[in-house]
């Protein structure tokens, strides 16, 4: 898991349960029946390794418990062992709701038909209203088969202080981009702290110099595996990548440290930039991260609308699930703006709606303002296409990384498994 665990104080005050008691009973309304006159078993399998946020579950589920009268039973498995026993579960003894993450590992499950269309509570709570591009990350033909959870926006983080000491703005574009490059190795710094040991970092760079150039619609056919890797769209890609590769942009040697270590040198002013979300802050030490500010990542192509990833968790209703009804009033209970804030406050988690109520933490803030502009969102290269694709693409993005003269060979590798998997 990509995310570190973060356990802030919570204290959930009385006017968040009373809004959040007040949804409830109005969602249980619109159902067709009083929240008290239910008494059916809820039941929720959940993989919260934040022990602070299961807490806030575990309160939402006993105040929907004595607001409804249905009784609330949360299983939370192991993070890992959750990714096999889903499998299983959704077929046999599936609960009423389960917690999963969306885009294509969301679609797995829908082109199987174990997640139950909620499209109707999404019509009558109106959240494509206040979900705006991240309805996407639940959609499938047309129909919704979740909800959005936390999320994570990704791109450039830097420091205050050292923008501030030196006069350096964030760049804004491709040129502004080896600028600063130019700046931050005339200082003594790695213009961009990178930690490829994990494979998925060179992906994410991937991702947004794809999005950058090429837009949401070609990424996601790639994603999709409707287009070729070794399609001429994907030429300038490549090569303003490793224009930056032989500019030195990157930190050398990066196969040998992961995403941490590559945090820990932005913290200690060893490098200007990182290409990250917003949990760059735990190589941080805790007093030094009012410092880190965030911009999107820099414009290639000009006038391009603005696309990025946003790797959203969701939450869903199994299609065998025994409680269909009871699930749908227990996630209008928890999607209730404060509710869905506090539950995501834990975690440091964006959150999808645009109504949440402010975070303690700026870079949530920064997080939601800036994806006011964005018109359009991926999840992450290995959460949008096919896992067996995905295993192939990070080895060969980061053997790019490495030695970009090998593009050709990697790239027709890399086809040759997409025709494997999606038998294109």
Sequence with gaps: MRLTDIQPDFAPSRRTFMIGAGGLMASAAILGRPALA????????????????????????????????????????????????????????????????SGNRMKAFVKR???????????????????????????????????????????LFYRKDVFA???????????????????AKSAGMVPVSMGTKEMWPAAGWFDHMNLRINGLEKHMALMDGTMAYTDPALTPVFDKWEALIKAGLFTPNHTSSGW??????????KAAMMDLAGFVKYGFPPEEQGQIAFAPFPEITPGLPRYEDFALNSVHVPKNAKNKEGARAFLAYLYQP?????????????????????????????????????????QFYDRDTDPDMAQEGLKGFQEFMVKPERREQILTRLEATRKRVFKA
């Design 338 to 378: 404060e509710n869905l804030a506090a539950y995501l406050a834990p975690e440091g988690a964006v959150p999808p709606r645009s109504d949440c109520p402010p975070s303690a933490d700026p870079l949530v803030n920064a997080a939601v303002e800036s994806l006011k502009s964005v018109k359009g969102t991926a």
């Design 113 to 155: 038909d174990l997640f139950d269309d909620i499209s109707d509570l999404f019509a009558r709570e109106k959240y494509q209203d206040v979900l705006g591009t991240s309805t996407s990350a639940v959609t499938v033909d047309g129909k919704q088969y979740g909800l959005p959870l936390g999320g994570l926006l990704w791109g």
């Design 260 to 269: 941490e270590q590559a945090a820990a040198a932005l913290a200690q002013k």
């Design 38 to 101: 239910q008494s059916k078993e809820l039941t929720i399998i959940s993989n919260i390794a934040n022990a602070p946020q299961r807490e806030v579950l575990q309160r939402l589920a006993s105040e929907f418990e004595k607001a409804s009268g249905t009784k609330v039973v949360i299983n939370n498995m192991d993070h890992e062992a959750h990714k096999t026993a889903i499998r299983s579960y959704l077929v046999v003894g599936a609960p009423d709701i389960c917690f999963w993450f």
């Design 165 to 183: 000491e030196k006069g350096w703005t964030a760049p804004a574009t491709y040129d502004d981009l080896l600028s600063l490059g130019d700046k």
